[in-house]
């Protein structure tokens, strides 16, 4: 499956925000039944979902956040959430690999057609960085972990900075913990201000910096900016094109280091030259 650049987040409850979300140019979806919704509306934002998703072609780039394993609305969201096929389920507030267990438990058991659902865990808590790999490996149905700094900043107590020099450690733990447990990169925490295209951008790219796959969305109008930062450029592309094409030659004549336009080229390169051109297909 291609990576997910960008990942749209949009209430739950609400109808015409959730075909707007789905029609959109995100990459993938988030339908929220967590914080976007106020906890008298939970039980009733459930059901609307349920009734809104009946006629929409649904896929595993869906997702819908339930509320965690601390709630009392944690194992009602699974069950419902297990009637649906071809979604994938978004779980907040992952603090250790039980979290991640019993969700599998109860997608299984409300689950009618068989059907294993893929899980994105939210790591939002320092608990939940420290055991990014134990979560991480909890089961073979993780496709991706997130990390969510607004709730991570309340937890460390930390101050939001312009360069988020406070999230350094965490965000390049959960990419190292991804790394490790084979799976696919992370995905980086919303921007809190949609208006801000600069910053947007600025974080984005330190996202894609570290090693994530792509970055939340809170506003439609943030998606083209995350999906250019996180696509190679013409000119990357093209590089990365020359350089597999160049050292493939080179291996088929016993060579495993050559020189391409003054730059030295030997497996590395090649590698991510590779996995460059992977990001496009």
């Known amino acids: 499956m291609k990576p997910i650049r960008s990942l749209l987040f949009c209430p739950a409850n609400n109808e ?78 992952v603090e250790q690999k039980e979290d991640i267990e019993k969700a599998v438990e109860m997608l299984r058991k409300g689950a009618a057609d068989g059907a294993e659902r893929r899980i994105s865990p939210i790591l939002e808590t320092a608990k939940g960085i420290m055991n990014a790999y134990e979560i991480a490996t909890a089961s073979d149905k993780i496709c991706a972990l997130s990390f969510g700094a607004v709730d991570f900043e309340l937890d460390i107590n930390a101050i939001r900075t312009e360069g988020g020099e ?8 959960v990419v190292i913990a991804s790394r490790a447990a084979g799976i696919a990169p992370p995905i ?26 792509g970055k939340g969305a809170i506003h439609p109008r943030q998606l083209s900016i995350i999906n250019e930062v996180f696509s190679p450029t013409k000119e990357e592309v093209d590089y990365a094109t020359a350089v597999v094409e160049a050292f493939e030659e080179a291996e088929k004549n016993g060579l495993a280091s050559i020189k391409l336009d003054g730059k030295m080229i030997d497996y590395p390169v090649y590698k991510k030259a590779k996995q460059m051109l992977a990001y496009q297909k």
């Open 16 to 93: 015409k925000m959730v075909m707007k979300a789905i029609a959109s140019e995100a990459d993938a979806v988030v339908l929220d039944l967590e914080d976007a919704v106020a906890i008298e509306q939970k039980k009733q934002a459930r059901q609307q979902l349920i009734a809104t998703l009946e006629d929409v072609e649904l896929s595993p780039r869906i997702f819908i956040r339930i509320n965690d394993r601390q709630t009392a609305f944690f194992e009602d969201d699974l069950l419902a959430v297990a009637t649906l096929k071809d979604v994938s389920v978004i779980i907040p507030k």
């Open 166 to 173: 406070e999230f350094l450690y965490a965000k390049s733990h």
């Open 188 to 213: 980086d925490s919303v921007y809190p201000d949609f208006q801000d295209d600069h910053g947007l951008q600025r974080d984005s790219f330190k996202a894609k910096s570290l090693g994530f796959q």
